[in-house]
């Protein structure tokens, strides 16, 4: 194996914990952090990218403070995610993909956070809220 080959092979394995650390320090992997994770890892530019958006825990825009992130598996689908979905748009005033105007939420669908067993489920900065109603989505928020 050449040096080069070894270096890239290297980056690659380095490659996540490298976007965590980023991540951790900036907030989300805007172009220049990913620019900078390419430097450090040797790879190119367009593979740092593919790897930071393929995951959705690594945000590539600013997110706000609370990060709610909505199940779109098929028990979430089958339980009627899209009530849950209607019912934080309601309290935040915001859709999908987008941030409040004061920094507080953002709102993400994923494909899975691994709750099939309490679908609908979503989870707000890493805990996990399961069984959701409407009424449960309003009294979880209003903790945050």
């Given at each position: 194996?050449?040096?080069?080959?070894?270096?890239?092979?290297?980056?690659?394995?380095?490659?996540?914990?490298?976007?965590?650390?980023?991540?951790?320090?900036?907030?989300?992997?805007?172009?220049?952090?990913?620019?900078?994770?390419?430097?450090?890892?040797?790879?190119?530019?367009?593979?740092?990218?593919?790897?930071?958006?393929?995951?959705?825990?690594?945000?590539?825009?600013?997110?706000?403070?609370?990060?709610?992130?909505?199940?779109?598996?098929?028990?979430?689908?089958?339980?009627?995610?899209?009530?849950?979905?209607?019912?934080?748009?309601?309290?935040?005033?915001?859709?999908?993909?987008?941030?409040t105007a004061d920094g507080k939420f953002s709102f993400e669908l994923v494909n899975c956070i691994g709750a099939c067993d309490q679908a609908?489920?979503?989870?707000?900065?890493g805990e996990m809220y399961g069984n959701l109603t409407p009424t449960r989505i309003s009294e979880i928020l209003k903790s945050y």
């Amino acid at each position: 194996m050449s040096k080069e080959t070894s270096s890239i092979s290297n980056g690659r394995a380095d490659l996540l914990p490298v976007l965590k650390r980023e991540l951790g320090k900036s907030g989300s992997l805007s172009k220049e952090v990913m620019s900078g994770v390419a430097g450090k890892t040797s790879l190119p530019l367009n593979e740092v990218y593919g790897v930071a958006t393929f995951y959705a825990y690594l945000p590539v825009l600013p997110t706000g403070k609370n990060v709610i992130r909505v199940c779109r598996c098929v028990p979430c689908d089958l339980k009627d995610v899209q009530a849950v979905i209607g019912s934080i748009k309601k309290e935040i005033g915001i859709a999908p993909g987008e941030t409040t105007a004061d920094g507080k939420f953002s709102f993400e669908l994923v494909n899975c956070i691994g709750a099939c067993d309490q679908a609908p489920a979503m989870m707000i900065n890493g805990e996990m809220y399961g069984n959701l109603t409407p009424t449960r989505i309003s009294e979880i928020l209003k903790s945050y």
